[in-house]
C-alpha cells in the first residue's frame, strides 16, 4: 500500500527507487491523499514500474472538475496530468479488495463542492494493525477537520491514533487543536525541509504523550528534517519500533 508518491530533491529520494530496491513489484493499493504536485512527484515513474490495482482518492469531485481545477492555479505539470489521468481509467467499484491480513484501513473526506480548495479535500487515511493506529491526514486544514470531526466514525478512529503523521508539512494552517480533544498519540511525525512555522516547533508536542529514545531522551515530534527517513516496523503481541536514518 503506498500513500502519494512525492519526492525530495535535496536528498535524491524517490518512491520508485525505494519501492523497486526492496523489492516490490507491485502495488496493490494507492492512495492519493491530495492532488497537489507535491504528493504526486514521482507518479510517471511509479506507473512506468509498477502494476497499480487498487486507487484511493476523493470520489466527491469528479476527473474532469478536478483537471479544471488545477488548470485554474497555473500549468498542469506531467505528474498531476497522470494522477488526474489515473482517477479517470480507475472508476470501477471494486469487489475483491487485495487481503492485507491483520491490517485494518480506513479513509474519510470533505465532499465537493462544499469545500472547492484540493487541501480540504484531502483524503484522511487511517492504519490499524493489532494495538498500533497511524493516521494520515494528507493537507488537510483546520475548517476541514473541523468538518470531518462531525463524524462518530472518524472520531473513533482518531481515538485508536498512537502515531499522529501532521497535516500540511507541520503547517499553522494544518493545525487544529480540537482534533486531539479525541486523539492522544505517542508521537507526531512531521515530513518537513527547514523551519518555517511555529507548529514545527511546539504546538504538536504538547499533544504527545512521548516516546524513549535511545539516547535517554523523551521524543514527543520526528522530523523528516532532522531524522531523515522514518521506519516503523510492528509484530502483533510487541510494541512497535521506530528506525531513523
Known amino acids: ?32 491523499s491530495n492532488f497537489d504536485q507535491d504528493h504526486v512527484d514521482d507518479l ?5 514500474r509498477f502494476n497499480i490495482q487498487v486507487l484511493y482518492r ?33 472508476n470501477s467499484p471494486v469487489s475483491n479488495h487485495p487481503d ?36 494520515l491526514p494528507g493537507d488537510l486544514e483546520k475548517s476541514g477537520w473541523r468538518k470531518l470531526l462531525e463524524n462518530e466514525s472518524f472520531r ?5 491514533v498512537n502515531i ?7 503547517r499553522d494552517s494544518g493545525y487544529c487543536e480540537e482534533v486531539f480533544e479525541y486523539c492522544s498519540p505517542d508521537i507526531v511525525i ?16 504538547d499533544h504527545a504523550s512521548g516516546i524513549s529514545w535511545k539516547t535517554g531522551e523523551t521524543r514527543y515530534v520526528l522530523t523528516t528534517r532532522s531524522d531523515g527517513n522514518i521506519e516503523i516496523t510492528k509484530s502483533i503481541g510487541s510494541g512497535y519500533n521506530i528506525h531513523i536514518g
Open 1 to 32: 500500500m503506498l500513500f502519494d508518491c512525492g519526492y525530495n530533491q535535496e536528498t535524491g529520494f524517490r518512491p520508485s527507487n525505494y519501492l523497486q530496491n526492496t523489492g516490490c513489484n507491485g502495488i496493490e493499493n494507492f492512495v492519493i
Open 190 to 205: 512531521i515530513s518537513d525541509t527547514s523551519v518555517q512555522y511555529e507548529t514545527q516547533k511546539n504546538k504538536y508536542a
Open 58 to 90: 476523493n470520489k466527491s469531485i469528479s476527473p474532469e472538475r478536478l483537471r479544471q481545477l488545477k488548470a485554474e492555479a497555473g500549468p498542469i505539470m506531467p505528474a498531476m496530468e497522470a494522477a488526474i489521468g489515473l482517477s479517470e481509467r480507475y
Open 44 to 48: 510517471p515513474n511509479i506507473m512506468n
Open 164 to 170: 499522529f503523521v501532521a497535516s500540511h508539512h507541520g
Open 100 to 135: 492485507f491480513g491483520a491490517i485494518e484501513f480506513a479513509c474519510f473526506y470533505n465532499n465537493y463542492p462544499e469545500f472547492t480548495d484540493t487541501n480540504n479535500l484531502s483524503l484522511v487515511s487511517f492504519i490499524q494493525y493489532d494495538d498500533m493506529g497511524i493516521v
Open 156 to 160: 473513533d478512529q482518531l481515538g485508536s
